[in-house]
């Protein structure tokens, strides 16, 4: 099976199973497809998909699957390595050409002219995918509406050359130019037995990709709300968290994906629909601004970790940011300028230093440090200083 480390590891954000009815919906119509798929709401459980209908296929021909009937099924990402009890004659017979399958059902071929066999349909899409994951074909029992073999062989022809290796991407473009959100085919095993095996055929549904952004800032005045003026981070840590063990909680742990900010700031996370958080890493010598400031979700700073965020599918949530602040600076509290002079204070008394420094008392200004004497050092060895003698001096930390 093909399998990309990012969609395989956000299969946890996928429920363990849920509850399906199909109803056949074959036909050449742009939004036809094989079945469609509608997930049930079932009571004690919550999930994403509930109330939802997919387009969607069926995998294998060993097992009939039929319509208004609920089914209890395993729900697997086509991206992660299935379980061996689902691999294997009367099962998924070739899983390997998953990213192919994913190909053709983010291409919208359903009502697109074919080359000089008439118009592709939810059928012929149908025995395309039986060919790359079955080892016989079906008619369907005559459900397969209009189709024809020159038109599935002008399918798989397509797969071969484009379908090896695909990842799909949320903003994608199809063979015939379209602008789509991508999607992924997610598997439903039914399993009313739960006993890992399917008691039903197999189906697949297409769901779009969801994704996460924007961005963290420099926060300048730490009031953990996006000024026009305040310029993006660059470089910036961020994690994608979600429940990986699957005791309910979105641990810190948890991480799944991993990106930096661009050179503006921003960032994104193309995901599966499901719960996740966002984790910032602190850069060096920042402070992490207040969050859910002045309630605006779209400017404010969601602190360094956010909270859950539930991504539907097809959604781009552009509102978890975060802003960072240098610590306050004791320049600020320093004051200009300052008169002071010296006496030699060099011994081995344990209140002894080189320097005694006396700060004066200026007419006219006014700072904390007048009258007062400090102990000190000289700092370099390249010009005198003279005991006894005002000088007058610009202040400065040592670090700004």
């Given at each position: 099976m093909p399998e990309s480390n990012i969609y395989s590891s956000l299969s946890?954000?996928?429920?363990?199973?849920?509850?399906?009815?199909?109803?056949?919906?074959?036909?050449?119509?742009?939004?036809?497809s094989y079945l469609d798929i509608?997930?049930?709401?079932?009571?004690?459980?919550?999930?994403?998909?509930?109330?939802?209908?997919?387009d969607g296929y069926c995998i294998d021909t060993d097992r009939g699957i039929r319509p208004n009937i609920d089914y209890t099924a395993k729900v697997y990402s086509s991206y992660e390595t299935l379980p061996d009890e689902l691999i294997g004659t009367g099962l998924i017979e070739k899983p390997e050409n998953f990213d192919q399958v994913n190909w053709i059902l983010n291409q919208g071929f359903e009502g697109q002219a074919s080359t000089g066999n008439g118009?592709?349909?939810?059928?012929?899409?149908?025995?395309?995918?039986?060919?790359?994951?079955?080892?016989?074909?079906?008619?369907?029992?005559?459900?397969?509406?209009?189709?024809?073999?020159?038109?599935?062989?002008?399918?798989?022809?397509?797969?071969?050359?484009?379908?090896?290796?695909?990842?799909?991407?949320?903003?994608?473009?199809?063979?015939?130019?379209?602008?789509?959100?991508?999607?992924?085919?997610?598997?439903?095993?039914?399993?009313?037995?739960?006993?890992?095996?399917?008691?039903?055929?197999?189906?697949?549904?297409?769901?779009?990709?969801?994704?996460?952004g924007d961005k963290v800032w420099s926060d300048c005045d730490a009031d953990g709300i996006q000024d026009g003026n305040e310029a993006g981070m660059a470089g910036v840590t961020v994690n994608l968290l979600t429940d990986v063990d699957g005791d309910g909680v979105i641990e810190d742990g948890e991480v799944v994906d991993t990106t930096t900010t661009d050179a503006n700031g921003n960032y994104e996370f193309t995901t599966i629909a499901g719960d996740y958080k966002v984790q910032f890493e602190q850069p060096d010598n920042k402070l992490i601004s207040p969050a859910n400031q002045g309630g605006d979700d779209t400017v404010d700073s969601d602190g360094l970790v956010s909270d859950v965020i539930t991504?539907?599918?097809?959604?781009?949530?552009?509102?978890?940011?975060?802003?960072?602040?240098?610590?306050?600076?004791?320049?600020?509290?320093?004051?200009g300028m300052l008169t002071f002079s010296v006496q030699l204070d060099a011994g081995s008394d344990p209140d002894s230093s080189y320097l005694d420094i006396t700060i004066k008392d200026v007419p006219g200004t006014d700072n904390p440090f007048e009258g007062m004497t400090f102990d000190g050092y000289c700092l370099d060895t390249d010009r005198p200083i003279n005991r006894n003698v005002d000088y007058t001096a610009k202040v400065y930390s040592f670090k700004w």
């Open positions: 946890a954000a996928l429920p363990n199973e849920l509850t399906f009815s199909i109803k056949l919906d074959a036909g050449n119509d742009p939004d036809a509608t997930v049930k709401d079932s009571p004690g459980t919550e999930n994403v998909f509930e109330g939802m209908t997919f118009t592709y349909t939810s059928g012929d899409i149908q025995r395309a995918v039986w060919s790359l994951l079955d080892d016989q074909q079906s008619s369907g029992g005559g459900t397969l509406g209009a189709w024809e073999q020159a038109r599935v062989d002008e399918i798989l022809a397509l797969a071969q050359s484009n379908g090896e290796g695909f990842v799909p991407e949320y903003d994608y473009t199809t063979i015939f130019g379209e602008q789509v959100v991508g999607k992924m085919g997610v598997i439903l095993v039914p399993d009313s037995n739960n006993d890992s095996l399917p008691d039903s055929q197999i189906v697949i549904a297409e769901v779009e990709l969801s994704k996460i991504l539907a599918p097809g959604v781009n949530d552009t509102t978890v940011d975060a802003g960072f602040y240098h610590p306050p600076s004791f320049k600020a509290a320093l004051p």
